[in-house]
């Protein structure tokens, strides 16, 4: 089972693109997936996250500006992403939490937004 993140590119700042995350196997039913981004010199860093029953979180510095959805049937997240700036630059990379202690990453794709 693979995760695949997709959708990356560049972009000037203030607009906007959406990411994909491709699963397989139905193994997105009932499970958090995250959305997570990697910065140049930076630590990983959660961007979003949805539950299984679809309770989701943001982080603050991106609340009002990202959208995080799944399709749980398609084994699909997406990430829509508006009103980028250059502090969004980095990879992103979505991941399922497996269980408790482990997640399935996904490859991540990258993002980059001029000024």
């Known amino acids: 089972v693979q995760l695949q993140a997709s959708g990356g590119g560049l972009v000037q700042a203030g607009e906007s693109l959406t990411l994909s995350c491709a699963g397989s196997g139905g193994i997105f039913s009932a499970k958090t997936l995250g959305w997570y981004r990697q910065a140049p010199g930076k630590e990983r860093e959660l961007v979003a996250s949805s539950t299984g029953d679809g309770a989701v979180v943001y982080a603050d510095s991106v609340k009002g500006r990202f959208t995080i959805s799944r399709e749980n049937a398609k084994d699909m997240s997406y990430l829509q992403m508006t009103r980028l700036n250059p502090e969004d630059t980095a990879v992103y990379y979505c991941?399922?939490?497996?269980?408790?202690?482990?997640?399935?990453w996904g490859k991540g794709t990258l993002v980059t937004v001029s000024s």
């Open positions: 991941a399922l939490d497996l269980n408790r202690t482990v997640k399935l």
